[in-house]
């Protein structure tokens, strides 16, 4: 199947940093992709959906000038954590979903390993 | 809206018995129901999924689900349970084929040798 890989796997800044994650369609183009934060033995919560191109868009109660989302290609899109605090640490998993691989009708959503993201 | 509910947090079974991972679903219209596995410190990983046809589905590492239309509910089983099935599962809905995945909060089960 289709792979989404995402880089870091593991980072650890300091509160007041900045820290970009990346998310990758290895092998598709995906012109759009999902955000989602998790946290310990929580479900995910979905933050944004970015389409290529244009702007993301945002959950209720997620703050877009805090975690910056770029997806300026069919294979990239990044989000960007700013002025990180403790209370960012979380596991972020990004998502993309796969316009050509379409099962009855329904498109296809691959996700990435996550990534743990402390904030110290 | 659309909505899951994973009413167990946590399912123990012994290895070699049948288990079972419960879910509920609301949604508007009919649904698409996907089953997620994740192990510690990992992204998703589709198990299987139902968007039409027979109700029985069967996915991955042999487990299976069932739509079950009058009752809202789409179970995740395996006859046979192993150690290595010990992981967090997720059950997932979405409304139409553009729409998003919601989950569900997720059952930890823990397979005990």
């Known amino acids: 199947g289709a792979v989404v890989s995402q880089h870091p796997s593991r980072v650890i800044c300091k509160s007041g940093t900045s820290v970009k994650i990346e998310c990758r369609s290895l092998d598709f183009q995906a012109t759009t992709m999902f955000w989602y934060r998790q946290f310990p033995k929580q479900s995910l919560m979905l933050m944004a959906t970015?389409?290529?191109?244009?702007?993301?868009?945002?959950e209720q109660g997620v703050e877009k000038d805090k975690f910056l989302i770029n997806h300026a290609s069919l294979t990239l899109s990044t989000l960007t954590v700013t002025s990180a605090h403790p209370e960012d640490s979380s596991f972020y998993i990004c998502?993309?979903?796969?316009?050509?691989?379409?099962?009855?009708?329904?498109?296809?959503?691959?996700f990435g390993p996550g990534t743990r993201l402390t904030v110290t | 809206a659309q909505s899951v509910a994973q009413p167990e947090d946590q399912v123990n079974v012994a290895e070699g018995n049948p288990l079972t991972v419960k879910c509920t679903y609301s949604v508007s219209g009919n649904p698409y129901l996907f089953w997620y596995v994740q192990y510690p410190n990992r992204g998703l990983q589709f198990l299987l999924k139902?968007?039409?046809?027979?109700?029985l589905v069967k996915g991955s590492y042999g487990f299976e689900a069932e739509f079950n239309k009058s009752q809202t509910s789409f179970h995740l089983k395996k006859p046979s349970a192993l150690v290595s099935d010990s992981a967090l599962y997720f059950c997932a809905v979405r409304r139409d084929a553009g729409n998003m995945l919601t989950f569900g909060g997720g059952t930890r089960l823990m397979v005990k040798p």
């Open positions: 970015s389409n290529e191109g244009s702007k993301a868009t945002y």
């Open positions: 139902y968007i039409t046809g027979d109700n």
């Open positions: 998502s993309a979903r796969d316009f050509r691989a379409r099962t009855s009708g329904i498109y296809e959503q691959y």
